[in-house]
């Protein structure tokens, strides 16, 4: 007979009447396999990764802030664990709805999707947002493109790059739940490589009918590719996978160096070949990760998973104060 008591036993998840988040989070590494191991696994990769000061990627995608997950993205920034931001277009559509006083609503109670179409609410899964938001996105916008216009733009045109773009925008707005707001107060870029595909790009197309206006998407990816080259270690942390997430992986493809640490939280599944399910093993194939990369994925929503890997890595990162 072999003796496997060399190999850790899977302990059974014990939940506690006035148990804490941090101690359901022992309890979760105690048990080693799973989701919860999974998310145990994700905690220890993002706390070594902030430990050994890696230039963190986000990926953002999904609608994360219809959601409920805003004031976590804007924790995550305010706590320094996050360098760089790739996102949707969406998700910096939605984060200014709420900037400009729009709303995202719940249980609004309909019989089809048609009959929310007539009162002028749109549906995100189970969460909503009405046409009057998108109004008050635009009458905050708008005003601040012809104001950028009316500092930058050049021989009648204007090009910026999405960085520098809400940059500008963030500076422009004061609510404190913004992770465009808090990403400017941190001077982390936010890079939008999808912009058009957004009702951002609308907006801005909006004002390009009567005013010569460019986005600068090589500007956008000199900036990230210098960033990669730049850092002496990097790690990636994708919220879903999309353009956000090949955008941050090929930043390390125009460098010899990979990523040393990679964790992403996604449901999509390897067998479509798409990049969003696959695996984050078969970008060492690719020279993005290494054999030698730390590196988890964690199959889960990402509104459960996120706001607990973040809870537990901050509490590790103020214990090591």
């Known amino acids: 007979m072999k003796n496997h008591n060399k190999y850790s036993q899977v302990n059974h998840i014990k939940v506690n009447n006035g148990q804490t988040v941090e101690e359901l989070l022992s309890e979760f590494r105690s048990s080693g396999v799973f989701g919860p191991g999974r998310i145990a696994e994700a905690i220890e990769v993002f706390t070594e990764m902030l430990q050994n000061k890696a230039t963190v990627f986000l990926g953002i995608a999904g609608a994360l802030v219809p959601g409920g997950m805003r004031k976590v993205l804007v924790d995550l920034i305010r706590n320094d664990m996050v360098n760089v931001i790739v996102s949707t277009g969406a998700n910096v559509t939605h984060d200014l709805i709420e900037a400009f006083g729009g709303r995202h609503i719940h249980k609004v109670p309909y019989t089809s999707d048609a009959e929310l179409r007539e009162k002028s609410i749109d549906r995100i899964y189970d969460a909503f947002v009405s046409d009057e938001s998108f109004m008050k996105l635009e009458d905050g916008l708008q005003p601040i493109f012809q104001e950028i216009w009316d500092e930058r733009s050049e021989n009648k045109q ?68 210098q960033i990669a080259s730049d850092s002496d270690k ?73 706001p607990l890997i973040f809870a537990g890595t901050l509490a590790n990162m103020q214990r090591d104060e």
């Open 158 to 225: 204007l090009s910026l790059t999405t960085y520098k773009l809400l940059e500008i925008i963030g500076s422009k707005i004061s609510d404190k739940d913004s992770f465009v707001l808090a990403a400017y107060e941190k001077k982390i870029p936010i890079f939008v490589p999808a912009f058009s595909d957004s009702i951002l790009g609308l907006q801005l197309w909006l004002f390009s009918q009567t005013h010569k206006v460019f986005i600068d998407v090589m500007g956008d990816l000199s900036k990230i590719q």
């Open 234 to 306: 990097a790690g990636t942390f994708f919220l879903g996978g999309g353009v956000p997430k090949n955008y941050i992986f090929q930043s390390r493809l125009m460098s010899p160096k990979t990523y040393e640490y990679a964790i992403q939280i996604t449901m999509d599944r390897v067998e479509t070949g798409g990049l969003s399910g696959a695996s984050l093993e078969e970008a060492i194939s690719w020279g993005k990760t290494s054999g030698k990369s730390k590196m988890v994925t964690v199959v889960s929503d990402i509104t459960i998973a996120l």
